[in-house]
Nanobody, 121 residues
């Protein structure tokens, strides 16, 4: 599975961005997909995960009510809608895929390149 993230950018606090992760491979629909982020000097942290069929999702508490993860298996894409962005959301965001529905970065076998999200105050 190959993944490519896009959609990052510079936005003011309170604004919105939609990240997309394009994937290749016929088995994409059998993998859970996650979004993670890494701020400068910090470890990579979990943001959101979605099950292979899209019926189960889980987001970290700090983004609950603001971020929504979704997927379109027909188009082989996973998205992260980010609303009410805060400066502390600034980070490089990564999409990932694995057979496990997990919040741990170490569980994921497949990673895309990151996309930078910068939120100005």
């Amino acid at each position: 599975v190959q993944l490519q993230a896009s959609g990052g950018g510079l936005v003011q606090a309170g604004g919105s961005l939609r990240l997309s992760c394009a994937t290749s491979g016929r088995t994409f629909s059998t993998y859970s997909s996650g979004w993670f982020r890494q701020a400068p000097g910090k470890e990579r942290e979990f943001v959101a995960v979605i099950s292979p069929d899209g019926t189960s999702t889980y987001v970290t508490n700090s983004v609950k009510g603001r971020f929504t993860i979704s997927r379109d298996n027909a188009k082989n894409t996973v998205s992260l809608q980010m609303n009410s962005l805060k400066p502390e959301d600034t980070a490089v965001y990564y999409c990932a895929a694995d057979s496990r529905f997990s919040v741990r970065p170490s569980d994921y076998d497949y990673w895309g390149q990151g996309t930078q999200v910068t939120v100005s105050s």
